[in-house]
């Protein structure tokens, strides 16, 4: 049996700090982002981070929730009821559960590009310019279901590892390597030498249908996404192999990129 959590009284005790003001922002004030805690919430998600290579720093929850878990004995556990954890939090939480992380650094490029088995087929997902939260969520938990291998994010996307991002995702972006192409979108070189088709994703009438893509002629592909609205730049297009759509009815310009990237993931499995 795990550790009984242990009951919090008191908004301000300084245990449940990593929970505090989350309504607050993507950052505490003064800190830059992609920095701090990485949070989780609800179970399902919790239970992700538990299996995740994220070092868990605490969790916090109403009582029964957090004992329900089954948590390892080194993982500091606590519950309050509903009202210590709203005045905590700063909103009422419906999923009962949260849990704080430290966070990991990003992958290494060449070894994420490479994958445990350099010949092996392999998919993986780029984006520009997301700065939604939720899309970035639907992105990653599409992304796990649908064979994506990692992300990579041009430096002007948000933090995948935001709250609303875990939890949009249910905590399926805790699985996804991630590293960032700096060099944008020189980078983007980087990818193709390590053997990959790369495919930017355009409602553009001249590029190619997706379902016209062979994916065994290419095993390894990269597919870029850009920004609802903008869409991916014209410098990030012309640096890619093939601009591909996907073919829709006459008078829908295009779709949502969260939509848009399931469907391509599906067509390119």
């Not at 983007?188 to 553009?204: C, D, Q, S, W």
């Amino acid at each position: 049996m795990s550790t009984p959590p242990v009951l919090i009284t008191d908004p301000a005790d300084e245990r449940v700090a990593d929970f505090r003001d989350l309504v607050a922002g993507d950052r505490k004030p003064g800190t830059e982002r992609g920095t701090g805690p990485v949070i989780v919430e609800g179970v399902p998600a919790v239970q992700r981070l538990l299996a995740s290579p994220y070092p868990v720093r605490s969790v916090f929850g109403i009582p029964g929730r957090v004992a329900d878990l089954q948590l390892p004995d080194d993982v500091p556990a606590f519950e309050a009821d509903r009202w210590v954890l709203s005045e905590v939090i700063g909103f009422r939480l419906t999923r009962g559960v949260l849990a704080s992380a430290d966070r990991l650094p990003p992958a290494d490029l060449d070894e994420l590009l490479a994958g445990p088995d350099p010949t092996a087929p392999r998919r993986l997902a780029v984006l520009e310019g997301l700065n939604d939260h939720e899309n970035i969520g639907s992105i990653a938990r599409s992304a796990v279901a649908l064979g994506i291998d990692g992300l990579l994010l041009d430096p002007t996307c948000a933090d995948p590892l935001y709250r609303r991002c875990v939890r949009v995702s249910m905590g399926h972006v805790l699985s996804l390597p991630i590293a960032v192409l700096a060099d944008w979108p020189g980078d983007l070189e980087k990818v193709r030498a390590a053997g990959y088709e790369t495919v930017a994703l355009t409602p553009a009438a001249d590029a190619v249908d997706l379902a016209g893509i062979d994916t065994r002629a290419h095993p390894r592909t990269a597919v870029l996404l850009g920004a609802e609205g903008p869409g991916l730049t014209p410098q990030a297009q012309a640096a890619v192999d093939v601009r591909a759509r996907i073919p829709m009815r006459p008078g829908v310009d295009s779709l949502g990129v969260a939509a848009a990237a399931a469907i391509t993931f599906a067509v390119l499995r």
